[in-house]
């Protein structure tokens, strides 16, 4: 009965270098929620999203971070050209079609250098 | 946006004590949960409750929707209880985005 599955665990980039996060959601879920966790704070969305559609990214900056849920596949979070404050965990988390329960993911600490 | 609000910020107690963690928050929610960030940072789920009474083990929670606040008790601590205590609500009418609140620091000690 695996749970939300994140991967990598812990990542480190050199400034300018892409991050790829991935999310693997709970058997049987089709909603995927990304959040980012800054060292002392909670935890803040970033978007939602369901298979091969983007459903909310109202917590997504502008530029350079990207996601997507394709029909096949986990889940991705993309960050291109990464600085140092992208440093923080990113929380991955997951619902069902009758539930808004949601359960997260280990989370990736991402550092950059 | 909703607000959500956890108080206190900061608790110490020791083991084998009482406590009741706060909630408050300033809209109609849809659901509400509790989770136990532990020390290595993992997120657990506690309870999904967005109304009524709920209780596992030594832990119970209750929400009390119409007065947009929920509670949680912890009896008979434990040092395996330390931790940050985080609410998340879902903002009626919103896209089941959770909006955390600033949590609850809680360290037991022996």
């Known amino acids: 009965n695996a749970g939300v599955m994140q991967n990598p665990r812990h990542l480190v980039r050199r400034r300018g270098q892409e991050a790829r996060l991935r999310c693997s959601p709970m058997?049987?879920?089709?909603?995927v929620y990304w959040y980012r966790q800054l060292p002392e704070e909670g935890l803040k969305f970033m978007v939602y999203l369901q298979k091969e559609n983007i459903i909310d990214e109202s917590g997504m900056p502008k530029e350079r971070f990207s996601a997507e849920f394709p029909k096949e596949g986990p889940s991705i979070l993309r960050i291109q050209q990464v600085v140092r404050g992208d440093s923080a965990a990113y929380f991955c988390?997951?619902?069902?079609?009758?539930?808004?329960?949601?359960?997260f993911g280990q989370g990736t600490r991402l550092t950059v250098v | 946006g909703i607000q959500v609000e956890q108080s206190p910020p900061d608790l110490i107690l020791q083991e084998g004590a009482n406590s009741t963690l706060r909630c408050n928050f300033s809209d109609s929610v849809n659901n509400l949960q509790w989770f136990h960030q532990n020390p290595w940072g993992q997120l657990i789920n506690l309870f999904y409750i967005p109304s009524g009474t709920k209780q596992n083990g030594r832990l119970s929670a209750t929400t009390v929707a119409t007065e947009r606040y929920s509670l949680l008790y912890i009896s008979s601590s434990q040092t395996t209880d330390s931790g940050v205590y985080f609410c998340?609500?879902?903002?009626?009418?919103?896209?089941?985005?959770?909006?955390f609140g600033t949590g609850t620091r809680l360290q037991v000690t022996l």
């Open positions: 988390a997951s619902s069902g079609p009758r539930s808004t329960e949601a359960f």
């Open positions: 998340a609500v879902i903002n009626t009418g919103t896209a089941s985005k959770l909006t």
């Open positions: 058997k049987g879920h089709s909603h």
